[in-house]
């Protein structure tokens, strides 16, 4: 399966005969470009708009939509020692894969509002 996301529109594309498996209109994220993208387990975790959203992987299904607060622009997303982080506007936050709650955020003082690179 290969994933295509843009526009608010995420695609499940069957690799061997680009046939469309599932589409998914993400709410909250429509005229967007896609700037993240991770895979979790089951999920499958976007990073668009000021929002992330976690997609079920077999059927395409919004699990849950957290939209960052106060926040718009490029979200990117991120994984350390299997702690799920996302940045957008300056500000980093940690935030549970499951419910999509907000665990931990820091705004990055005096270190910008671009997109943060994860390593």
């Known amino acids: 399966m290969q994933l295509l ?6 695609y499940a594309i069957d690799a061997n005969t680009s046939n469309i498996i599932w589409r998914n209109q993400l709410e909250g994220m429509s005229l967007s470009n896609c700037q993240s993208l991770l895979s979790f387990g089951n999920m ?18 919004t699990v849950w939509v957290t939209k960052l607060p106060n926040k ?8 350390v020692k299997n702690r799920y982080f996302a940045s957008c506007w300056g500000y980093l936050y940690k935030f549970d894969t499951e419910s999509g709650s907000i665990l931990y955020n ?9 997109t943060v690179s994860f390593r």
């Open 5 to 10: 996301c843009n526009f608010g529109y995420l």
């Open 44 to 61: 499958i975790l976007v990073g668009m708009n000021g929002n992330i959203a976690a997609v079920d992987k077999q059927s395409g299904d």
């Open 72 to 79: 718009i622009y490029f979200v990117s997303l991120g994984t």
């Open 106 to 114: 820091n705004n990055l003082k005096g270190m910008g509002y671009h």
